[in-house]
């Protein structure tokens, strides 16, 4: 076995994948204001930026050949409500982060998250009511907000929320409206996973969400059979792609998924990896640069042919070396 692996032409020839920037999507954070840098604590290296700045962000991250951004909204206090209506006004947030973005950098694709947790009072991505996390009522908003979202220039739809049925629901809403150009990549089995909470800083939906947790929607950790049906009922209901999240963690299941549907088959490498591996690498405990291209190629080994990652302009820069 070690023929091939002496040299490193040989070692080239035979390597079975490529990470390429083509594979990459970057999340990135927007907040209120002009000349905004916010670095978020949990996520050192990864800052939230006001609609002007992330316009250049996005400018460089398309120079750098990154095919997408996935925009995420950190919206003030004062705008969560128990209805979260600011979910679906026209001009919030991440409707005129989408339209200053998209007229800047027409040529970068943008995805925006449907779940209602940046607008809920109490963090949850659905309506709740009685305690209880109402499933068509909340597909109805889901439906009105990303009705707005594309009407801002979002190319792709990501719900996110986990409710039954929100895919037929949305893809019916788009298509009734015009909007039958927009794809939808649905966050088909996502976990009630603990590797969220800088996500949750980042957004502030942490301090809302009042230690609570998001299992009777999200998956249980312990299941993968239920991931292949989440992955059929989306499919079936129109997704254009399918994503699996957290990442690493769950790459046995992005490898089912890739084999049973052989579809685009999307993971999303979360918040909480991304400062695992910063953590380690500020205490100089791992080699950064090499940790962090390990883990993206680890994706497509397992079969993902994209990946959502915190990491993708660092990442786009070396792979461009
Ligand atoms: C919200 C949403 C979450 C993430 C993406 N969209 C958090 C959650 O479900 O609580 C997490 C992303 C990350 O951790 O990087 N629906």
């Not at 254009?240 to 963690?249: E, I, N, R, S, Y």
Request: net charge negative; aromatic share 6%; hydrophobic share 45%.
């Amino acid at each position: 076995m070690r023929r091939n692996r002496r040299d490193d032409w040989s070692r080239r020839l035979v390597s079975e994948n490529r990470l390429t920037v083509d594979d990459l999507i970057w999340p990135v954070f927007v907040v209120e204001g002009t000349g905004v840098r916010q670095e978020v604590a949990s996520m050192p290296g990864v800052a939230r930026f006001s609609i002007d700045l992330l316009v250049e962000e996005a400018r460089r991250a398309a120079d750098l050949g990154i095919p997408a951004i996935a925009v995420f909204p950190s919206v003030e206090a004062a705008l969560k409500t128990p209805d979260a209506a600011e979910a679906v006004n026209p001009d919030n947030l991440v409707c005129r982060a989408v339209r200053a973005v998209k007229k800047a950098v027409p040529r970068l694709g943008i995805i925006c998250d449907v779940a209602l947790d940046p607008y809920n009072s109490d963090g949850h991505d659905g309506l709740v009511i009685d305690d209880y996390v109402v499933n068509d009522r909340t597909n109805e908003i889901l439906c009105r907000q990303s009705l707005v979202q594309a009407a801002a220039g979002c190319d792709v739809i990501a719900p996110s929320d986990m409710m039954d049925g929100r895919i037929k629901e949305i893809r019916q809403a788009l298509d009734s409206a015009g909007f039958d150009h927009v794809r939808i990549l649905s966050y088909a089995a996502k976990f009630a996973s603990s590797f969220y909470g800088p996500f949750r800083d980042a957004v502030g939906s942490k301090s809302a969400l009042k230690g609570g947790d998001k299992k009777t929607y999200q998956m249980d950790p312990a299941n993968t059979d239920e991931a292949l049906r989440e992955v059929a009922l989306d499919l079936s209901e129109g997704a254009d792609m399918v994503m699996v999240k957290p990442g690493l963690p769950y790459l046995d299941i992005v490898r089912r998924v890739k084999e049973s549907f052989s579809v685009p088959t999307l993971a999303y490498q979360v918040s909480g990896e991304y400062a695992m591996m910063k953590a380690a690498a500020l205490n100089g405990w791992l080699d950064w640069d090499k940790v962090m291209l390990e883990s993206l190629l680890a994706f497509k080994r397992a079969g993902a042919d994209a990946i959502l990652t915190y990491t993708a302009p660092e990442a786009a820069r070396l792979l461009a070396k």
